[in-house]
């Protein structure tokens, strides 16, 4: 899988009340939880999101709450992937049972700048930054993860163990 | 090979042999939680995933406490998806109306989690149970459903910090003010992917109240679970929510820890979390001064009866300020009636206090609370971060119970020693 998109650059800490503030919590609808991405961070920041952009983010990205809600609000506004320095534990956990891609790059993070043009080699787990020509190599996909994965996200695996 | 306590439980749990941190185990639950927010959710993965029942009616909780009462049409219609699961799976543990309390504080009182279990909660605050010795943690709703079905889960192994605590606190000064700062010396992501396991004379000092008090914000340092040993306190608290069978467990000598972090409490004020982020904590008086709008006492964090017994021996005979709205919301029903039994709710109530029903309400910027652009709260919860309580130009500081109804008292932060 490969994503061409914007980068669209965030800072540190960045929490899942940012992601999607409570007060949305009301539906577990992808579109309706879409268009409210981000609202806790900026008000209207969402809206510069278009479909296959690529949010870009510094260290602990998604911490706070166990809310699914966020990565689903995340796919909801068209973003496939996510870029960090590092992500909190239980948002990258449910990154991926939700089907949102989470690279973990340390410090090359700062290779990318908002409104940078990219492209997301998922399988090979490389990025490419066409602005300044750059590319990114990212820390393997853990073996148990990719099983996840491989079985098509938490659901499908589950699925496949209870039949 | 000796063991940290993480090891030790996750060990209990699996038929692998846990070898050290980085291992990829599959263990066992000893109980999978949901609330009104996260259950609809999991029900939604657990019939995607083709599941018919869950793997055993005793063990899942479902607690419906963020909104309640229901605060609007949305949250209304979520719990009626809760409810109906709840019923249509017979699980025993099911709670709402005037049975709900705040998940974490309704859990241990009722005594459906113990030292020595797993427990896996659809709720970031999960890891308050690793105060009873419970290896305990937030997980999101599809984990949770898979839990739900299979009645097993996997866990990467977490390496330990080791956080020793000693000395003999001030008055007005407790559990915490030891977690705040201890967040503030490590980070909000100090502990990321992380267990951290608390040993030391004050921590043996401390109530199992306390003790869940900071096991809960072990997230807020990025944790994966915030444990302590299971003493002969924990099992007499475990043997009065109506457990039996619970026993002691402690990490191993020379077990290998990834850090160690040493706090003296002796000389420790009252400590401040300053927004936007728990880490950012200060002792009391490098915010004294500032006004405030709202107190909240209360949440999974602060709002069991030792904690409203610590307010109300503040408000005692005193005034919340005319400016200020005072919350209080005890975290169970059961705390409530204690508080009326004891007295306390005359005590709010002559003070001005609003008393609230259990609920995790205003915390999360739900309801019953909410601030507005360029308010400032002082609460007892959990969270700073940016627009947590409402508006995304108010403030939250978070501290321990006394500090927060003498704030209300004063009209500002302030010391209760001073007040």
């Known amino acids: 899988m490969k994503v061409k998109g914007t980068a669209h650059r965030v800072g540190d800490h960045i929490d899942t009340d940012a992601i999607i503030p409570a007060r949305f919590l009301v539906t577990t609808d992808p579109e309706e939880l879409g268009a409210n991405c981000m609202e806790g961070h900026e008000e209207g920041w969402g809206k510069r999101l278009k479909k296959n952009d690529v949010i870009v983010a510094g260290e602990n990205f998604g911490c706070g709450s166990s ?8 796919l909801g506004a068209g973003v496939p992937v996510v870029v960090a320095k590092s992500f909190a534990r239980i948002f990258y956990r449910n990154g991926f049972n939700m089907g949102l891609v989470l690279l973990e790059v340390g410090e090359e993070i700062d290779k990318i700048g908002d409104t940078h043009e990219i492209e997301v080699d998922v399988v090979v787990g490389e990025i490419r930054n066409l602005t300044t020509d750059e590319t990114i190599k990212c820390a393997p996909v853990p073996p148990f993860m990719q099983e996840i994965l491989n079985a098509g996200g938490l659901v499908s695996y589950a699925k496949k163990k209870l039949s | 090979m000796p063991q940290t306590l993480a090891e030790k439980i996750l060990q209990k749990h699996t038929d692998q042999e846990v070898s050290g941190a980085g291992q990829i185990v599959q263990c066992r639950v000893s109980m999978a939680l949901a609330n009104d927010i996260t259950a609809p959710l999991a029900i939604k993965s657990f019939r995607a995933m083709g599941a018919k029942q869950v793997f055993d009616k005793d063990k899942v909780s479902l607690v419906c406490d963020h909104f309640t009462p229901n605060k609007d049409i949305e949250s209304a219609e979520q719990v009626k998806v809760v409810r109906d699961f709840a019923q249509e799976m017979g699980i025993t543990h099911y709670y709402e109306c005037g049975e709900v309390g705040v998940e974490h504080a309704l859990l241990p009182e009722k005594g459906i989690v113990g030292p020595g279990d797993i427990v896996v909660g659809a709720d970031s605050h999960t890891c308050t149970y690793g105060g009873l010795g419970a290896f305990a943690t937030g997980m999101g709703s599809t984990d949770i459903a898979g839990a739900m079905a299979l009645g097993e889960t996997w866990f990467k192994v977490p390496p330990t910090i080791k956080v020793e605590i000693e000395g003999k606190p001030r008055e007005h000064v407790g559990a915490k003010d030891y977690m705040l700062n ?8 100090g502990g990321l992917y992380k267990a951290l396991e608390f040993s030391g004379g004050a921590v043996d000092d401390l109530s199992i109240e306390g003790r869940m008090t900071m096991a809960n914000m072990a997230i807020e340092a990025g944790g994966k679970v915030g444990l302590f040993a299971s003493d002969a306190k ?3 608290y475990t043997r009065n929510a109506g457990r039996s069978g619970d026993e002691t467990l402690a990490a191993d000598a020379g077990a290998e820890y990834d850090r160690v972090v040493k706090i003296d409490v002796s000389d420790m004020e009252p400590q401040i979390a300053c927004p936007h982020l728990p880490d950012n904590v200060k002792p009391v008086q490098e915010t004294e001064g500032l006004q405030i709008h709202q107190a909240v006492v209360g949440s999974c964090t602060n709002g069991r009866i030792e ?6 021996a503040i408000l005692k005979g ?3 300020n005319p400016k200020v709205r005072c919350i209080i919301l005890p975290a169970t029903p059961t705390i409530w009636k204690m508080c009326l039994q004891e007295g306390l709710m005359e005590i709010f109530m002559e003070a001005g206090c609003i008393v609230g029903p259990p609920t995790c309400g205003p915390c999360l910027g739900g ?7 360029g308010e400032r709260a002082i609460a007892t919860t959990n969270r700073n971060f940016r ?3 409402g508006s995304l130009e108010s403030e939250v500081y978070l501290s321990n119970p006394a500090v927060a109804a003498a704030s209300a008292v004063a009209g500002e932060i302030i010391n209760p020693a001073k007040l």
């Open chain 2, 234 to 236: 924990t099992l007499e």
């Open chain 2, 182 to 189: 201890l967040i503030g010396r490590i980070g909000v992501a």
């Open chain 2, 367 to 373: 309801h019953m609370g909410i601030l507005a652009g």
């Open chain 2, 318 to 320: 005193r005034k919340v």
């Open chain 2, 387 to 389: 627009g947590r309580m």
């Open chain 1, 67 to 74: 809310r699914e809600h966020a990565p689903i609000s995340i």
């Open chain 2, 307 to 312: 904690d409203m017994r610590e307010a109300a």
